[in-house]
């Protein structure tokens, strides 16, 4: 199986920042999308930023300018930078990956258990 672990969340003020970091392990044979979703209680996850496993990146219209995404393939570890964070962002933060395990012919969508930030104003 596959194991996506988030760290980084917690308390920070209007305008600060904090990285999210994801890393994924277990039995992996390759990596393709990864990608940050959030959530606000009672409500859908929605994305944020997503990666291919080639680098390209994409935003939601309500990061763009203020949060980047990276990734370190080696490590299988997916970054988010969030800068200039608003009390608006107060979200559980999720990863989310598209992996193929070994033994599998298709790949699935594996999810980390999810980090909360909070942006006090």
């Known amino acids: 199986q596959v194991q996506l672990v988030e760290s980084g969340g917690g308390l920070v003020q209007a305008g600060r920042s904090l990285t999210l970091s994801c890393v994924a392990s277990?039995?992996?044979?390759?990596?393709?999308?990864m990608a940050w979703y959030r959530q606000a209680p009672g409500k859908q996850r929605e994305l944020v930023a997503t990666?291919?496993?080639?680098?390209?990146?994409g935003y939601s219209d309500f990061v763009k300018g203020r949060f980047t995404i990276s990734r370190d393939n080696a490590k299988n570890t997916v970054y988010l930078q969030m800068n200039s964070l608003r009390p608006e962002d107060t979200f559980v933060y999720y990863c989310?990956?598209?992996?193929?395990?070994?033994?599998?012919?298709?790949?699935?969508?594996?999810w980390g258990q999810g980090t909360q930030v909070t942006v006090s104003s």
């Open positions: 990666m291919t496993n080639a680098g390209s990146a």
């Open positions: 989310y990956a598209n992996v193929r395990t070994r033994g599998w012919f298709a790949s699935r969508d594996f």
């Open positions: 277990g039995s992996i044979s390759s990596i393709g999308d």
